[in-house]
């Protein structure tokens, strides 16, 4: 069964730093390309980060390019997103996701596999 669980999700202040985490099992990980989307209240799904599964290639969404970092560690089968200048915009549900499509990347469409999410609360 193939299971992708995000953590690291609460409440924090603007400009505060934050690690969500993503661990996957029943998948070879190291061959999944991942990536990080997000929803806020009455928004759209967004592209966060994506990061190819040779580990280079990382991609941003405009919104986050310089204040997101997305990083893999294939021996832990975990994928990070560590997000600093948090923003009130930042507040959404932020979900993690893997596919062996092509190199992954922004399109949500590619993604196999969702995790359920896990809450980033921004106070102004």
């Known amino acids: 069964q193939v299971q992708l669980v995000e953590s690291g999700g609460r409440l924090v202040q603007a400009g505060d730093s934050l690690r969500l985490s993503c661990v996957v099992t029943?998948?070879?990980?190291?061959?999944?390309?991942m990536g990080w989307f997000r929803r806020a209240p009455g928004k759209e799904r967004e592209f966060v980060a994506s990061?190819?599964?040779?580990?280079?290639?990382?991609k941003y969404g405009d919104s986050v390019k310089g204040r997101f970092l997305i990083n893999r560690d294939n021996g832990q089968n975990t994928v990070y997103l560590q997000m600093l200048n948090l923003k009130p915009e930042d507040t959404a549900a932020y979900y993690c996701?893997?596919?062996?499509?092509?190199?992954?990347?922004?399109?949500?469409?590619?993604?196999?596999?969702w995790g359920q999410g896990t809450q980033v609360t921004v106070s102004s």
């Open positions: 996701a893997a596919t062996n499509r092509g190199m992954g990347g922004d399109d949500e469409a590619l993604y196999e596999y």
């Open positions: 990061i190819p599964w040779l580990g280079g290639g990382t």
């Open positions: 029943g998948l070879p990980f190291s061959g999944y390309n």
